[in-house]
């Protein structure tokens, strides 16, 4: 970046029949500091059934933005709206440039989804690219706090997590920026401060590894040139794991003054029931994705990482869920195993 130049930041959303969810993150943005920082916000919609895409786009008309025109790319048609409105009252944060709403057509998942959004995004060339799950909301300064530990991390940094808060118990962390996973059973443990942050990098060994959240990270221009894009060989969870596993040299840091308010299994229906099971759904997905991570990078430890899958299914049966999630991980597992013989 020339100095005297702008930071320019692109900002990925991902919609899936959860237009309201969008709507709610959207209005915190606009509300964001955003100073010295040139913002464009990628919305897509992931094949929505819910009406979400015009939802959306009424909703942006609303908030004083134009429609500025509509096109294709790449097969996938999208609108672009600007601010240029001059009622006051309308107007959002200075900063704000466009957005492009885009319609995917199809759920392809999380990594599928963002990817349309950062590969219509590298057309720009922005310094960063700021991913942010629907179902979260920003403090004001958190843009701003971003770009400013960005800027004080050297230039091996290429990733930069948040301090996630939970959105219905605001005071309630939910991780320090990510999660240290254990290779043996892919069961992950949240962050709980820079301390302990700087304790799992200082103490890197074979059988763990840390990963920044989904539901906020940023990278660097540097890092999307480096990885190409997020790989799609999940359909949900265990993106970041292996987006840490791909990252060479990179570095990760977390960005602690920048807070985002997360709720948590928007899309997926993981609210916890008991035992802190999720859906069918999610438990097939993340049994799934586990096992195709595991075989990807880390094959000695397979057998203990279905194991652990497996009891997690038993428990389900102890915990009064029946015999549907049990079967849902099993399903998963075996799907994980077919996807990988394939590759």
């Not at 990278?219 to 999307?224: A, M, T, Y």
């Not at 102890?318 to 399903?331: D, E, N, P, Q, R």
Request: aromatic fraction near 10%; charge should be positive.
């Amino acid at each position: 970046m020339t100095v005297g130049q702008r930071t320019r930041v692109s900002l990925v959303i991902l919609n899936w029949n959860s237009y309201r969810a969008t709507i709610a993150c959207l209005e915190s943005v606009f509300l964001m500091v955003k100073g010295e920082i040139k913002l464009d916000i990628y919305l897509v919609d992931n094949g929505s059934e819910d009406n979400s895409v015009d939802k959306l786009a009424n909703h942006l008309i609303g908030c004083g933005l134009s429609l500025a025109g509509s096109s294709f790319k790449d097969g996938l048609k999208y609108q672009t709206f600007m601010e240029n409105s001059t009622d006051s009252s309308k107007k959002t944060n200075t900063g704000l440039g466009e957005i492009y709403l885009i319609e995917a057509g199809v759920n392809g998942g999380y990594a599928k989804g963002n990817n349309i959004g950062l590969r219509f995004a590298q057309r720009l060339s922005y310094d960063y690219y700021w991913i942010l799950n629907n179902d979260t909301q920003v403090e004001r300064a958190c843009l701003k706090q971003l770009i400013e530990k960005a800027r004080e991390d050297d230039r091996e940094t290429g990733l930069w997590g948040v301090k996630l808060m939970q959105l219905n118990n605001p005071d309630e962390l939910e991780c320090f920026g990510g999660y240290q996973i254990s290779l043996i059973t892919m069961r992950g443990h949240p962050t709980r401060d820079l301390s302990h942050f700087r304790r799992l990098q200082d103490n890197k060994n074979s059988c763990g590894s840390f990963y920044i959240s989904g539901a906020s990270m940023m990278l660097s221009s540097h890092l999307l040139d480096h990885i190409k894009s997020l790989s799609e060989d999940y359909f949900l969870y265990c993106e970041e794991v292996d987006l840490a596993s791909r990252m060479g040299a990179f570095k990760m840091s977390v960005a602690d003054k920048a807070v985002v308010f997360h709720v948590g299994g928007g899309s997926a229906k993981t609210a916890n029931g008991k035992g802190g099971f999720g859906s069918a759904q999610s438990e097939y997905r993340m049994a799934r994705s586990k096992v195709i991570y595991s075989l990807k990078y880390n094959k000695k430890f397979i057998t203990s990482v279905i194991t652990f899958q497996f009891l997690r299914g038993l428990k389900s049966i102890l915990f009064g869920h029946g015999i549907s999630l049990f079967k849902a991980i099993v399903l998963g597992i075996k799907s994980g195993f077919l996807f990988r013989s394939e590759l």
